[in-house]
């Protein structure tokens, strides 16, 4: 009797198990087809022209720069602007590259060089070689987010962005009138548990290096980010862009905040569209509030990524997909930015802070 049983048993466990292993499958292989329907509206290029802050373009001096601004017209960015400008020759070459092939297209942010920062001198060579690279043309400086998280002096001690010896080079960029770009920091949840319940799983599995969590390695995120705010609040005549929102994207109140605190930073969207597209209403409620401190920005210059930028700030388009899994599992929505919003955002507000810029490359009004 036992016997006759067994053998159907062991039929339908295999069965079942081959069944399962059909179903198994990783998470980073999924990829859904969304079967809704709803209005859709592809943007690939602006209602405006704008003005990207927030870009890398570390070729310049070389590029044939003719070719990229006509990919810039496709989009509508009438302006981009190369943060990795480095200084001295290399910056002189590109800004030379781009008066030849494009002029009035490209604008170039310099970089502070903190190697040998506790050497004698180091402040007023840092002070000169701006004044230097501003005179061949740089309208900005950009600072990386090395400063403060991984720039050690010569002993091993690491480099706050808070350092007095970077103050007077703060101050110089204050006199000259031209903006200070500083990205600092990660998104706070690298400095969270690699877990189930991490937003940025799928990141950490794919890149082990961006956590943060190595406490004698890293201080924590509120740490590095209020070295950030203290030379906002120390120099208060210089205009500082606080990169990617102020990695605060995710909590649109506390940036609210931080915007008040300090008049003198403008914040920008590189690298957090996706975090705007998850909370349409209420990035719309920000973005109408905060309209004057507000730029555009894209970090990777990629042009087709640029579609879901457009589509999420212009359109009230539905649940569309992002284009980085690793960023955002989650669908798009449209924030459907007023006319006025937009123009702000796009250009006007980057016309305010950044100059040199050809305004005639805008609409008049
Ligand atoms: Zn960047």
Same mark, same amino acid.
């Given at each position: 009797?036992?016997?006759?049983?067994?053998?159907?048993?062991?039929?339908?466990?295999?069965?079942?198990?081959?069944?399962?292993?059909?179903?198994?499958?990783?998470?980073?292989?999924?990829?859904?087809?969304?079967?809704?329907?709803?209005?859709?509206?592809?943007?690939?290029?602006?209602?405006?022209?704008?003005?990207?802050?927030?870009?890398?373009?570390?070729?310049?001096?070389?590029?044939?720069?003719?070719?990229?601004?006509?990919?810039?017209?496709?989009?509508?960015?009438?302006?981009?602007?190369?943060?990795?400008? %480095?200084?001295?020759?290399?910056?002189?070459?590109?800004?030379?590259?781009?008066?030849?092939?494009?002029?009035?297209?490209?604008?170039?942010?310099?970089?502070?060089?903190?190697?040998?920062?506790?050497?004698?001198?180091?402040?007023?060579?840092?002070?000169?070689?701006?004044?230097?690279?501003?005179?061949?043309?740089?309208?900005?400086?950009?600072?990386?987010?090395?400063?403060?998280?991984?720039?050690?002096?010569?002993?091993?001690?690491?480099?706050?962005?808070?350092?007095?010896?970077?103050?007077?080079?703060?101050?110089?960029?204050?006199?000259?009138?031209?903006?200070?770009?500083?990205?600092?920091?990660?998104?706070?949840?690298?400095?969270?548990?690699?877990?189930?319940?991490?937003?940025?799983?799928?990141?950490?599995?794919?890149?082990?290096? %961006?956590?943060?969590?190595?406490?004698?390695?890293?201080?924590?995120?509120?740490?590095?980010?209020?070295?950030?705010?203290?030379?906002?609040?120390?120099?208060?005549?210089?205009?500082?862009?606080?990169?990617?929102?102020?990695?605060?994207?995710?909590?649109?109140?506390?940036?609210?905040?931080?915007?008040?605190?300090?008049?003198?930073?403008?914040?920008?969207?590189?690298?957090?569209?996706?975090?705007?597209?998850?909370?349409?209403?209420?990035?719309?409620?920000?973005?109408?509030?905060?309209?004057?401190?507000?730029?555009?920005?894209?970090?990777?210059?990629?042009?087709?990524?640029?579609?879901?930028?457009? %589509?999420?700030?212009?359109?009230?388009?539905?649940?569309?997909?992002?284009?980085?899994? %690793?960023?955002?599992?989650?669908?798009?929505?449209?924030?459907?930015?007023?006319?006025?919003?937009?123009?702000?955002?796009?250009?006007?507000?980057?016309?305010?802070?950044?100059?040199?810029?050809?305004?005639?490359?805008?609409?008049?009004?």
């Amino acid at each position: 009797m036992k016997k006759l049983l067994v053998l159907p048993i062991f039929l339908i466990t295999l069965t079942a198990f081959a069944q399962e292993t059909e179903m198994r499958m990783d998470i980073e292989e999924y990829e859904p087809t969304s079967t809704l329907v709803v209005p859709e509206h592809i943007t690939t290029s602006t209602k405006y022209p704008f003005i990207d802050v927030h870009s890398h373009l570390w070729r310049m001096g070389t590029m044939d720069l003719a070719q990229t601004a006509r990919e810039m017209d496709s989009l509508n960015m009438a302006v981009l602007v190369n943060l990795s400008g %480095r200084s001295g020759e290399e910056l002189k070459a590109m800004v030379d590259n781009a008066n030849k092939l494009a002029p009035g297209r490209f604008v170039v942010f310099a970089n502070i060089d903190f190697n040998g920062i506790d050497e004698p001198g180091w402040t007023e060579n840092a002070v000169a070689q701006l004044q230097t690279d501003y005179d061949n043309g740089a309208r900005g400086v950009k600072i990386f987010k090395n400063l403060g998280l991984t720039v050690l002096d010569s002993e091993g001690n690491r480099v706050h962005t808070d350092d007095t010896r970077i103050d007077p080079v703060w101050a110089k960029a204050g006199e000259l009138g031209i903006p200070v770009l500083i990205h600092t920091g990660e998104p706070a949840v690298f400095w969270e548990p690699i877990d189930e319940h991490n937003e940025r799983w799928l990141e950490m599995k794919q890149y082990p290096d %961006r956590h943060r969590g190595d406490t004698t390695r890293y201080p924590s995120w509120e740490v590095i980010m209020q070295e950030q705010w203290n030379i906002f609040k120390k120099h208060p005549e210089t205009t500082f862009i606080n990169a990617h929102f102020g990695w605060m994207a995710n909590d649109l109140d506390r940036l609210g905040e931080h915007l008040d605190t300090y008049p003198n930073v403008y914040t920008e969207i590189a690298a957090i569209i996706a975090e705007l597209g998850r909370q349409p209403r209420h990035a719309q409620e920000f973005f109408i509030k905060y309209q004057d401190r507000l730029l555009f920005g894209k970090d990777t210059y990629r042009p087709h990524e640029y579609h879901t930028y457009f %589509r999420v700030l212009e359109t009230d388009d539905e649940y569309f997909d992002y284009f980085r899994k %690793r960023h955002a599992f989650w669908q798009m929505y449209g924030l459907n930015l007023p006319d006025e919003v937009l123009k702000k955002l796009y250009y006007k507000n980057a016309l305010k802070i950044i100059p040199g810029i050809d305004e005639s490359l805008f609409p008049n009004e």
